[in-house]
Nanobody, 123 residues
Framework: QVQLVESGGGLVQPGGSLRLSCAAS????????MSWVRQAPGKGLEWVAD????????TYADFVKGRFTISRDNAKNTLYLQMNSLKPEDTAEYYC????????????????RGQGTQVTVSS
């Protein structure tokens, strides 16, 4: 069955960096576009970034553009999110997801989503 397992979250000071990973299994990872999404306390599921199957094209929500980088290693079935210049408002549970549908930046549905990794940005 499809499994997505995120890791790499933690507590970081404003301005700091984290690299999230998502290990995928149970499907042909290299043939699917993938996404990172997040959910802050009391808010809905918010789109962060997409990457196509080959990794050749990426798209970002405006609020992370220039700070976050999505990438993938299809040989390792792994999705990444490099997060730099982190802000307190980036505090959220971060999920990797497959088959995301969204309306603006808000996720309407996803076919599969991992269990999430918590990112807390605080001094």
């Amino acid at each position: 069955q499809v499994q997505l397992v995120e890791s790499g979250g933690g507590l970081v000071q404003p301005g700091g960096s984290l690299r999230l990973s998502c290990a995928a299994s149970g499907f042909a990872f290299s043939t699917y576009a993938m996404s990172w999404v997040r959910q802050a306390p009391g808010k809905g599921l918010e789109w962060v970034a997409d990457i196509i199957a080959t990794g050749a094209r990426t798209t970002y929500a405006d609020f992370v553009k220039g700070r976050f980088t999505i990438s993938r290693d299809n040989a390792k079935n792994t999705l990444y999110l490099q997060m730099n210049s982190l802000k307190p408002e980036d505090t959220a549970e971060y999920y990797c997801a497959r088959g995301v549908s969204r309306r603006g930046n808000w996720i309407v549905r996803s076919d599969y989503r991992g269990q999430g990794t918590q990112v807390t940005v605080s001094s």
